[in-house]
């Protein structure tokens, strides 16, 4: 089993295969002069299409729900901490929120401080809050001290 903490399996990379095989049977279907031929490359490809989607929504719905529990077994069993944030920066949004990179120093009760960094969506609304230096309350995984939770209250999501 992963610990919490590494990065999921790139799911972008099971497109590379069956992409090159759809546009092969595209391709192959298209430079036939038979019609029938043209319309059964056609239907495989976009058989081979759906199917492809298919899994990987499977897939991503399955890796979501894994980073889901994670994040509610930090929160409900692991220990609440405080962080200062070293840097943040944009990595993407979402309906105007954004989701933000937060380098992390963590200082646990019992133990050194160390660093670590976290992906989350946060409100604009609480922007002013998570600049570099403030302090804000975060949740660390029982099992893995690098899987940090950060409040919800802090990003604005409460």
Known sequence: MR?????????????????????????????????????????????????????????????????????????????????????TRVKGHLNQDLYVVFDLEVSPESGARYRTSVTELVSQLAIPRIQPDAVIDVHVHPDDDRFVVIDRAALGRS
């Open 3 to 87: 610990a919490p903490s590494q990065p999921p399996f790139p799911l972008g990379v099971l497109f590379v295969l069956p992409t090159i095989l759809f546009w092969f049977l595209v391709i192959k279907g298209a430079t036939s002069g038979d019609e029938g031929a043209a319309g059964r490359y056609a239907a495989y490809a976009f058989g081979i299409a759906g199917l492809t989607l298919a899994v990987f929504a499977f897939l991503k719905v399955r890796q979501v729900r894994a980073r889901n529990a994670d994040q509610r077994r930090a929160v409900r069993d692991g220990v609440r901490t405080t962080a200062r944030i070293v840097s």
